[in-house]
């Protein structure tokens, strides 16, 4: 039986991708050859590589806009450290929302002055600050949009003269903004995107060249531009199953007609979690995530039961994270609102048998 998977990455794929892609590991363009042998040099990888890139690019509406697209190694947790190697010189801003944003506050302490503008840690981050001044003199403003660990997600987005800096791992591609309000943008591709392996990074290049210190080439975003994100040899796989992906979100109508699918289950278990007796959401209503719903049980005595019938419904990954406990359905592009209902129909099945 095909599962209903909740996993918060690596995650739900399409069907179609999964199929396309697994045709591609045995024989790829009628080859002769598997994507997992071929060369990254060859005509048929840079081809992949340069559709991935452009589509990447059209589905955020920044074409012509002065941004370049990076498919790197490393994680969105490199990100954290190369943000700050390639951009901070004097002083940066953080707006610390979750596990993720601590972690690049973290690694940007190494290369210089770093300013906590707000921070939703006193709550075990169940909100999104807001209210908070920017000071000036920021060489940029990093925010993380979208909490997968405690179900918050960022509605409305600093307005800030630095540039705007955001790891956008578990909700990239998921719902339309103005991406152009943004200098760079991260994310792994575990999420939205495509298997573990890769990592988005969509850059305005205007804002390099200008720190002082000496940056090791595996390491600058310039030297990666220049190479066309094959300085080098780039996670063939993970970029090629990315592109597909890619393909399929253009197909069904891109960021607007998967944000209407997305808000359609979003709703769909938020109206459970509120209506429902036995559970209780862990997030602020207000700053709930679109992609990860958190919640719990108000009578732990019924866990046993709840497990039990979720797993014998077919349901897979609603386990919470061990830092919030509790449960956490993710529903990333690919979620069919199907498998939301299943989880559904068995938290309405736990309340009648109660």
């Known amino acids: 039986m095909k599962k209903h998977n909740f996993s918060a990455g690596p995650c739900i794929l399409p069907q179609e991708v999964f199929k396309e892609a697994s045709q591609a590991v045995l024989d790829f363009n009628d080859s002769g050859l598997s994507i997992l042998e071929i060369s990254h040099r060859s005509k048929d990888f840079v081809d992949v590589m340069e559709e991935a890139r452009s589509l990447a690019l059209e589905l955020l509406g920044l074409e012509g806009k002065g941004y370049k697209v990076l498919f790197l190694q490393g994680g969105a947790s490199t990100q954290f450290l190369m943000t700050a190697y390639n951009l901070l010189q004097t002083k940066a801003g953080y707006i610390n929302t979750g596990s ?5 506050v973290k690694e940007a302490k190494i290369f210089g002055e770093v300013i906590e503008v707000a921070s939703s840690k006193d709550a075990n981050y169940n909100y999104i600050p807001k209210g908070y001044k920017i000071p000036e003199g920021l060489d940029y403003l990093h925010c993380t949009s979208n909490n997968t660990i405690f179900g918050t997600q960022i509605k409305d987005f600093p307005t800030t003269n630095a540039p705007l800096i955001c790891d956008m791992s578990s909700d990239i591609f998921s719902r339309q903004l103005d991406f152009s309000k943004f200098s760079l943008i991260y994310a792994g591709a575990q999420k939205n995107m495509g298997p573990a392996g890769t990592t988005l990074v969509v850059i305005k290049e ?3 060249g200008k720190i002082e210190r000496q940056i090791p080439s595996m390491l600058d975003y ?4 220049s190479k066309g994100s094959m300085f080098n040899t780039p996670p063939v796989f993970p970029v090629y199953t990315s592109m597909l992906t890619l393909r399929w979100l253009k197909k069904l109508g891109g960021i607007a007609a998967i944000e ?3 808000d359609k289950k979003a709703k769909l278990i938020y109206s459970e979690i509120e209506l429902n007796p036995l559970f209780k959401g862990f997030a602020k209503k207000e700053d709930r995530s679109t992609m990860n719903a958190t919640f719990s049980l108000i009578n732990e005595d019924l866990k046993e039961t709840f497990d ?5 419904a077919g349901i ?3 386990n919470g994270h061990r830092s919030v406990g509790g449960y956490r359905a993710s529903m990333y592009n690919a979620m069919s609102i199907e498998s939301v209902a299943a989880l559904v129909d068995v938290m309405s099945d736990l309340e009648r048998k109660a």
């Open 100 to 104: 993720w944003s601590d972690k690049a």
């Open 206 to 208: 205007d804002i390099l």
């Open 222 to 225: 310039g030297v990666h531009i």
């Open 260 to 262: 209407e699918e997305n």
């Open 308 to 312: 039990a019938m979720w797993k014998e």
């Open 316 to 318: 897979n990954g609603v």
